[in-house]
């Protein structure tokens, strides 16, 4: 059966970048600038003042020095500071041509006319030369940069209003199942409510594409092709449930029969082995997951979400990973590789990860719960407690 690395690879090999668009800074959280980001101007645009405090030649110190001048932020660089003498300066005032250090206030005694300066000031000290940060020509972030409040501010300080960014998915969810009713509806019997389409948009969204549910599928083929036919206008559709082997099971026919060339089925992970993928006529990506809930969660994480911030041209196509200790046996036959929900906790400089007895593919309390997936590779079988192993975080820890 096909690895998971394999299937990933095919997945990403599937994957070209959308397209980019303009977004005003303010609404480009989270976005994947298209293109790096090359500074124009200089960071800081002039020699400036770290400090409340006294310009001066530091030659001139110690002594007393007569204040010649007074320079506040905002005033535009103006007379030169006179030898022998100060400028009472305030932060982020440009600093006067001749002045090669500041004293800051708490280190001046400020008398009728003139400082007091006790101590000598050292060449450049609490002077913010021009350029020292960032240079004109300096490529500041990288294409497929993740914008985070820190790139923003730089952006926004190197004078851009809007930047340049990946577009982002549009992903349509088909949920199939006879027994599926629409959240908020009470489930009679034989029934549940479709979880589904709520976790896919939720990681949908959390993986920067843009969601649209499609509502519940009857497992029946002629409704099945007219889904998929729906969903195959979108960017990527992903469908759950139905993806196996019953006789209710219609989306990888209904998919071949649609025209979309499926480049796997089945890969050796558990949860989630029944997984279709395949590219439509028209470019879209078709990712046909399992129903079980957590079986769909995790195959949204390995291969959707990959395949996603591809689309969408980021960098950042695969989860942080960190190596773990187990804190506990994890019984495992070879063949397949176990993604385990477990929950991370650092003692000293180790993490520990201690995986959820509780890890049926439906078993959703562990999946609200989790903080990492736990990598046990395919060819394992029973896992020590102590041993390392690869926990691919689902948050920050
Ligand atoms: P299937 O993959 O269609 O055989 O479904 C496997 C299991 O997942 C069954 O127990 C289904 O009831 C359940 N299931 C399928 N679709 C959903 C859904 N959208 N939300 C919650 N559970 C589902
Ligand atoms: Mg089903």
């Known amino acids: ?182 959240v908020g509806q009470i489930p009679g019997p034989g029934q549940i409510v479709n979880s589904n389409a709520c976790a896919l948009a939720a990681q949908i969204r959390e993986a920067g594409g843009v969601p649209e549910d499609l509502g519940i599928v009857p497992d029946e083929p002629a409704a099945t092709r007219a889904a998929i036919a729906r969903g195959l206008g979108a960017d990527v559709l992903v469908t759950s449930g139905g993806v196996s082997v019953g006789e209710h099971d219609h989306v990888k026919a209904a998919l071949e029969r649609s025209g979309v060339s499926v480049l796997f089925w089945k890969v050796a992970i558990k949860p989630g082995k029944p997984i279709v993928f395949g590219v439509a006529p028209g470019g879209a990506l078709v990712f046909g997951l399992p129903g079980n809930p957590v079986s769909s969660m995790v195959g949204f994480e390995l291969f959707v979400r990959p395949a996603l911030r591809a689309l969408e041209g980021g960098g950042d196509l695969l989860r942080p990973r960190a190596p773990a200790v187990l804190a506990r046996p994890y019984p495992k036959k070879p063949g397949r590789a176990h993604y385990a929900r477990a929950i991370l906790t650092r003692r000293g400089g180790v993490l520990e990860a201690d995986v959820f007895p509780k890890q049926g593919s439906g078993m959703l309390s562990s999946m609200a719960l989790a903080d990492a997936l736990v990598e046990l590779g395919a060819d394992a079988g029973d896992v020590p407690a102590g041993a390392e192993v690869p926990a691919i975080l689902l948050r920050a820890i």
């Open 1 to 182: 059966m096909l690895s998971c690395h394999e299937a990933v690879s095919r997945v990403l090999a599937a994957c070209a970048p959308l397209g980019t668009e303009r977004v005003a800074i303010g609404e480009a959280l989270g976005r994947a600038l298209a293109k790096p980001l090359v500074a124009s101007r200089p960071l800081p645009p002039v020699d400036n003042s770290a400090m409340d405090g006294f310009a001066v030649r530091a030659a001139d110190t110690p002594g007393t020095l007569p204040i010649a001048q007074a320079i506040a932020a905002g005033d535009a660089p103006g007379d030169p500071l006179p030898p022998g003498a100060a400028a009472r300066i305030t932060t982020g005032a440009p600093v006067p041509p001749g002045a090669d250090a500041v004293v800051m206030r708490e280190d001046a005694e400020d008398r009728d006319g003139e400082v007091v300066l006790r101590r000598a000031a050292s060449q450049g000290e609490n002077i913010r030369r021009l350029g020292e940060d960032v240079g004109v020509g300096d490529e500041v972030l990288p294409a497929g940069a993740r914008l985070g409040a820190g790139a923003l501010a730089l952006a926004a300080a190197l004078g851009h209003a809007d930047v340049e960014v990946g577009r982002r998915p549009r992903v349509a969810i088909a949920s199939t199942g006879d027994e599926l009713v629409e």
